[in-house]
């Protein structure tokens, strides 16, 4: 099976290489979900506020004839991913569906 490419933009700070894999395998994960993933695109962003929720995380995932995109406030990285990820995996699965509803018409 084809990777697809996971580009990783950190603004404000240095992702050290362990959030980077996770990252990357959460995100290639969703591969399983949707066979024609084009890439995705993860923006990491630390808030400067006094909120403990301050980790801004989005995911831009383009698929063929659309964009799928999540945003997500948590305490760190790698629970923005998570629940990232969660949410794309149902709005891949709604996306299939309707291509397939698409195409027995």
Do not use: C, W
Not at 78 to 86: A, C, F, N
Not at 91 to 100: M, P, Y
């Amino acid at each position: 099976m084809k990777r697809m490419k996971v580009f990783i933009q950190s603004v404000n700070f240095n992702a050290d290489s362990s959030l980077l894999q996770f990252i990357e395998d959460k995100v290639q994960g969703l591969s399983k979900f949707h066979d024609k993933i084009i890439d995705a695109e993860v923006f990491l962003k630390v808030q400067k506020t006094s909120e403990k929720e301050n980790k801004i995380t989005e995911v831009k995932m383009n698929i063929p004839g659309n964009e799928l995109m999540i945003k997500k406030e948590t305490k760190t990285f790698e629970e923005g991913i998570s629940l990232g990820v969660d949410s794309l995996k149902r709005q891949l699965k709604k996306s299939k569906e309707k291509l397939r509803d698409s195409a027995s018409i």
